[in-house]
């Protein structure tokens, strides 16, 4: 089905918008830009603001067993594997159910959707927090493996439905207001296992789930009083999820995050056992290094999404491509490098903190990039497809984590540190000809739309 379209330039007329693009000479138009967005102010801020902290606590719930749960199934006998297993149920969750959660978009209220996935997760929480009384390991393990299971999924309604309201309420702002969130989630994944650390050795596996939940509840209550009922239903100008996918060009930005977060993710396994065999320190100097990486990014964010809203994102999305294997070469350093640069913590710290800064540069433009090509290739962006499109992109993120997280693990088992971070560096590197590419078809689509306005096949990929 061939998606209506409306008169509309390439890259559109944006309210308050500075500068000019390079690839179109415009910047975009999404959403509902143009019209009067039906609600104040005040009543968008404080939404927003609500979405941010339920995000906060729901990634900080994922993040917190970090700290402890190793610790605590040690000492219950439970295997090192076992405890990897039940961490990484909770982003393979994510990757699963945001984009069943766009398609649950089209059909029931935003609010209510965020009113039910709080709840539950709320009551799983506290659960969560009786199952130390559990004595059977195997018990313990299969119960606390759906708990997480459950928690990553409501975690992933959660993710899309902020998104799907964010890009609804602020439709001339979209880069920014994905950074901001990407920010609170960025500082709930840095901050969490500290906290974690503390509440478990506070008051041991019950307490840490405890705090959490009261957290949860909280974000409850918040909504229900403060988040308005902003429409994301399907609007009638149709789309749907296989067409979005059928599209490389429009998935194409969400799968660079990913391979974007793939790179931010890969040297975490790997660095502790790298610092304490090359400088002799312990893991608190290696926590000290990955919250700087990760300040890298909550610093520069706003700033970067405010600047994205305002310029071409296509020039900070492939400069990304460039820069992180770039920085990768120095993060050993590459062995070519012998003689030249020698491996130091000064050293060490300035990368890990420049590819903090440049990671947003590839990851935060990816919406509004997604939601301009399909733009560009059917003429609007109706609500159905702005879901689907915010599912693809959400779920790029636990994706890239746990593909970063596990191929390191395979790699450094045949390689030193050097080595490793040199071969991800040059299998980056055709992610950077993919991106040449993907800038390029959709320059020259641009230009074709824009001298012709030629009349463009739904049923034909952008990318074919």
């Excluded at 100008?237 to 067409?243: D, E, F, P, S, V």
Aim: aromatic share 12%.
């Amino acid at each position: 089905m061939t998606e209506p379209t409306e008169s509309s330039e390439t890259f559109g007329t944006r309210h308050g918008s500075r500068g000019s693009n390079s690839i179109s000479g415009e910047l975009p138009e999404f959403g509902v830009t143009g019209t009067e967005v039906p609600f104040s102010t005040t009543q968008r801020v404080i939404t927003f603001i609500i979405i941010n902290f339920a995000l906060f606590i729901s990634y900080a719930l994922y993040s917190l067993p970090g700290a402890f749960l190793p610790l605590y199934n040690l000492d219950r006998g439970i295997s090192s594997g076992i405890t990897g297993l039940i961490l990484a149920c909770v982003p393979l969750c994510y990757i699963v159910v945001c984009p069943i959660a766009g398609k649950l978009l089209d059909r029931y209220s935003s609010k209510k959707m965020l009113l039910i996935a709080s709840g539950v997760l709320t009551i799983i929480t506290f659960v969560c927090a009786a199952l130390g009384k559990i004595t059977s390991n195997k018990l313990f393990i299969l119960a606390l493996i759906v708990l997480r299971l459950i928690q990553g999924a409501c975690g992933g309604v959660i993710d899309v439905i902020a998104f799907a309201i964010t890009t609804k309420i602020f439709p001339d702002n979209i880069a920014l207001t994905t950074s901001i969130i990407e920010t609170s989630l960025n500082v709930a994944v840095a901050i969490a296992p500290f906290l974690g650390g503390v509440l478990y050795t506070t008051g041991g596996f019950y307490l840490s789930f405890v705090v959490t939940a009261a957290g949860v509840a909280l974000v409850l209550f918040t909504s229900i009083c403060g988040v308005s009922n902003v429409d994301t239903r399907r609007d009638g100008a149709g789309g749907n999820l296989l067409n979005v996918i059928k599209q490389v060009a429009v998935w194409f930005p969400a799968w660079h995050s990913a391979a974007c977060m793939i790179l931010f993710n890969y040297y975490i396994p790997i660095l502790s056992p790298y610092v304490q065999a090359r400088f002799g320190e312990g893991p608190q100097y290696s926590g000290l290094l990955l919250m700087i990486n990760t300040a890298g990014i909550c610093i520069a964010a706003p700033f970067l999404g405010h600047a994205m809203d305002k310029f071409n994102p296509y020039i900070f999305f492939a400069s990304s491509a460039i820069l992180l294997p770039v920085c990768y070469l120095f993060l050993g350093p590459a062995p070519f490098f012998a003689g030249i640069i020698y491996p130091s913590k000064v050293q060490l710290a300035v990368v890990l903190v420049l590819i903090g800064l440049i990671v947003p540069l590839g990851c935060y433009p990816g919406l509004l990039i997604m939601y301009d090509v399909y733009k560009v290739r059917f003429g609007s962006t109706p609500q159905s497809v702005k879901n689907y499109i915010t599912s693809l992109y959400c779920a790029s993120f636990p994706l890239g984590g746990f593909i970063g997280s596990a191929i390191s693990g395979l790699i450094s088992e045949y390689a030193t540190f050097a080595y490793a971070t040199m071969y991800v560096s040059f299998a980056f590197l055709l992610e950077t000809l993919l991106m040449i590419a993907f800038c390029v078809i959709v320059y020259r689509e641009k230009k074709s739309r824009k001298d012709g306005d030629a009349k463009v096949d739904e049923k034909k990929p952008l990318l074919s």
